[in-house]
């Protein structure tokens, strides 16, 4: 039986956080982030639980929806009849989610795609994939400033009784123990010549290099995430966590990069960062280090580098000759960095649906390095553990063909009793090799501080 989706009016907030914090606790509860109102670029908030169905991809490509074990199926068709199992009588409307999965695809679902190896090791438990089938949503416009729930009338009664329910407070978080580094400087030094000498083989034009950070921690997430959202609030930020029988798992992501976006018309936007440079403490130093970024020859060529490997990978499912490029190398300034950000574009071919678009690409070049296989294989080989849900993707699939996905840099990655980060950053012929590694904890150094600080703020 098909049930109507209606939509209704809800107070708008200048942020989610008080909504999500009355349904955080729920079974299957996201939020996706647009890091209103400190963020720039973001423009809607998306926020569900109590699933329909999840599905699950384990590290060994085993897909689960719910208890049951789905045979003789790849994940991202697992997703899409997923997806094509939902129904729902739609209203007509331009909000971006009107039912559909929501979740994550971890980097490591991209083993299911292409031969990358077995060579790194598997630390973090969380699946390589969690999707959840959502019938609802409560989304909020801060363009428009409006917010409305999206729901069926069963739904919605259900929905506004928790909304009535007092928001649970964040309860402490602490770090038990400092960030420690999976390599040690000399250890990243080794691979980083392992690299070049990668790349003068001619096997890469650019690897993708990162180390994991790892920390014991006690406490609750959800306070963590607030931490690091005033620290560094990005517009493709999301939070997620569930239990297991191991110990609770989450996901703290505060990406400042889309990855994918599609629209219901089959119009196709990606826009790939490469190229950093931190903020500056003063006016004149910050103007002083984006006009350095702009300038950079290096990291102009890597960005160009990673537009040609996404406009490749979009034009194995868009219409031919539909591929374009509007912004090549715009510096973006967010809290801590500045950064060198292209937009690539282009228009599904026909029969192709957001999925195999997401299939094509996945994961984003500008996080593997170019050819993409072949970078792939050569992580896989270098880093010494799998990246879990690090470089892979946020984001929702709806049921008319919306698709919006982030990069999950800039991501925690909380299982049992560890937090986990990671940093990296692209290796050309030119690189040198202080300047990459400095990168690395550039990237990442305001997270692992926002963090130590919440456990000194405690104490």
């Not at 438990?125 to 989304?139: F, V």
């Not at 690409?361 to 390095?369: L, M, R, V």
């Not at 080989?381 to 709806?398: Q, T």
């Not at 560890?418 to 090799?433: E, F």
Request: proline content about 6%; overall charge negative; charged content about 25%.
């Amino acid at each position: 039986m098909t049930a109507r989706l209606h939509i209704s009016p809800l107070p708008y907030r200048e942020d989610p956080l008080a909504y999500f914090s009355s349904l955080r606790q729920r079974p299957g509860a996201i939020l996706l982030d647009s890091g209103k109102p400190a963020a720039p670029g973001g423009r809607y908030d998306i926020i569900s639980c109590d699933p329909l169905s999840v599905l699950t991809v384990d590290g060994q490509s085993i897909i689960r929806v719910d208890d049951e074990v789905c045979d003789s199926c790849t994940p991202f068709l697992a997703q899409q009849a997923l997806l094509d199992s939902l129904a729902l009588e739609l209203p007509d409307s331009d909000l971006p989610f009107l039912g559909g999965l929501i979740g994550y695809w971890g980097y490591d679902l991209g083993r299911s795609l292409e031969p990358v190896g077995e060579s790194s090791r598997q630390v973090v438990a969380l699946p390589a994939s969690r999707i959840g089938l959502y019938d609802w949503a409560l989304i909020q416009d801060h363009r428009e400033q409006q917010s409305w729930l999206v729901a069926t009338n069963d739904r919605r009664d259900q929905v506004l009784g928790w909304l009535q329910q007092p928001s649970t407070t964040a309860q402490d978080f602490r770090l038990l123990s400092p960030f420690e580094g999976e390599l040690d400087r000399s250890g990243y030094a080794e691979r980083f010549a392992v690299v070049q000498d990668y790349i003068r083989a001619g096997d890469c034009y650019q690897i993708n290099l990162a180390q994991r950070f790892s920390a014991r921690y006690r406490g609750d997430l959800w306070s963590a995430y607030l931490h690091l959202r005033q620290a560094t609030p990005t517009p493709f930020a999301g939070f997620q966590a569930w239990h297991t029988n191991q110990g609770e798992q989450a996901i703290l992501s505060l990406s400042p990069e889309r990855f994918l976006h599609c629209r219901a018309d089959g119009h196709v936007e990606t826009r790939p960062i490469k190229g950093t440079r931190p903020r500056g403490t003063t006016p004149e130093e910050d103007r002083r280090l984006a006009n350095e970024l702009a300038a950079s020859l290096k990291d102009r060529a890597e960005n160009v580098m990673i537009v040609d490997l996404l406009r490749n990978d979009l034009g194995r499912v868009c219409r031919p000759g539909s591929v374009k490029v509007p912004q090549l190398c715009g510096l973006e300034s967010y809290a801590n960095v500045h950064h060198l950000v292209s937009v690539v574009c282009g228009e599904l071919a026909e029969g192709k649906r957001p999925l195999d678009l997401l299939a094509a690409a996945f994961p984003g070049g500008s996080i593997t390095g170019a050819p993409k296989v072949r970078a792939m294989q050569i992580i896989d080989e270098l880093e010494p553990s799998r990246r879990s849900v690090y470089c892979g993707s946020l984001g929702f699939v709806d049921v008319r063909g919306n698709m919006d996905t982030s990069i999950a840099i800039r991501t925690a990655v909380a299982d049992g009793e560890r937090i986990h980060l990671w940093g990296g950053g692209g290796l050309v012929a030119d690189s040198d090799v202080e300047a990459e590694y400095t990168e690395t904890l550039d990237k990442i150094r305001h997270l692992m501080e926002a963090l130590t600080r919440q456990k000194h703020d405690m104490e």
